[in-house]
T-cell receptor, first 116, second 112 residues
Framework: EDQVTQSPEALRLQEGESSSLNCSYT??????LFWYRQDPGKGPEFLFT???AGEEKEKERLKATLTKKESFLHITAPKPEDSATYLC?????????????????FGQGTILTVHP | EAQVTQNPRYLITVTGKKLTVTCSQN?????MSWYRQDPGLGLRQIYY???????DKGDVPEGYKVSRKEKRNFPLILESPSPNQTSLYFC???????????FGPGTRLTVT
C-alpha cells in the first residue's frame, strides 16, 4: 500500500525566512510524485510533478527535489502570499491488484503561514 | 476557460436519501477522479476513471458509486448516504493519470 507522510504539520515563517517542507513516501514503483498548493475553501492547485530520483523543478520561490525515499519543497524568501497548505501525492506503477496505475495517494499536508 | 465544475457546491441531506454530485470538465481529459477531504485525514481518493466506461476504486470507495458514460462527466452517487460521509468532496481531471490534475471548487456535503 502506498504511503505518504508530510512534515511538519504546520510551519510558521517570517517573510524572507527560507525553509523546507518534507514528503516521505513508500510506493510500489514510483510513477510520479506531485506537489499541490491549496488555499482555504478552494481546490488544490498543481505545482510540480517529479518522476525520478535526482530530478528538480523550480517555480518562482519554490523548488522541489526528489530522492528515492522523500521529496523536499524548498521555499526561498517566502512572502505572505505563499501562505497555504502544501500537499504531496504519489502515484505507483501498480496497485495491490497489480493491474491499475490510476490510484493517487496524498499526504496530510503542511500548513504554511508566512508573517509579514 | 478551462475548468472543472461541480454541483451542488453545498448540500445538506438526511440519512438514506440518494444523491448525486455532478462533475464536468471542458478540457477533453481522459482521467477523472473523486476525492474526499476530512480534517486530519487529508485528501483520499474515492474512485477514478481512466476513460469512458473505465472506472476503478481508490482508497475509500465504500458507500459510493460512479459512472463515466461521457468523457466530460463523472458523477458521484451516494445511494444511501450516512453521517460518516459528511465531508468536502473534490473532483479532478487530467490528460494522463500522472499528469497535472485540475481540481473543481469542491462540494461540501452534510448528512444528518
Amino acid at each position: 500500500e502506498d504511503q505518504v507522510t508530510q512534515s511538519p504539520e504546520a510551519l510558521r515563517l517570517q517573510e524572507g525566512e527560507s525553509s523546507s517542507l518534507n514528503c516521505s513516501y513508500t510506493v510500489s514503483g514510483l510513477r510520479g510524485l506531485f506537489w499541490y498548493r491549496q488555499d482555504p475553501g478552494k481546490g488544490p492547485e498543481f505545482l510540480f510533478t517529479l518522476y525520478s530520483a535526482g530530478e528538480e523543478k523550480e517555480k518562482e520561490r519554490l523548488k522541489a527535489t526528489l530522492t528515492k525515499k522523500e521529496s523536499f519543497l524548498h521555499i526561498t524568501a517566502p512572502k505572505p502570499e505563499d501562505s497555504a497548505t502544501y500537499l504531496c501525492a504519489v502515484q505507483g506503477r501498480l496497485d495491490a491488484g497489480g493491474t491499475s496505475y490510476g490510484k493517487l495517494t496524498f499526504g496530510q499536508g503542511t500548513i504554511l503561514t508566512v508573517h509579514p | 476557460e478551462a475548468q472543472v465544475t461541480q454541483n451542488p457546491r453545498y448540500l445538506i441531506t438526511v440519512t438514506g436519501k440518494k444523491l448525486t454530485v455532478t462533475c464536468s470538465q471542458n478540457m477533453n481529459h481522459e482521467y477523472m477522479s473523486w476525492y474526499r477531504q476530512d480534517p486530519g485525514l487529508g485528501l483520499r481518493q474515492i474512485y477514478y476513471s481512466m476513460n469512458v466506461e473505465v472506472t476503478d476504486k481508490g482508497d475509500v470507495p465504500e458507500g459510493y458509486k460512479v459512472s463515466r458514460k461521457e468523457k466530460r462527466n463523472f458523477p458521484l452517487i451516494l445511494e444511501s448516504p450516512s453521517p460518516n460521509q459528511t465531508s468536502l468532496y473534490f473532483c479532478a481531471s487530467s490528460f494522463l493519470p500522472q499528469g497535472e490534475q485540475y481540481f473543481g471548487p469542491g462540494t461540501r456535503l452534510t448528512v444528518t
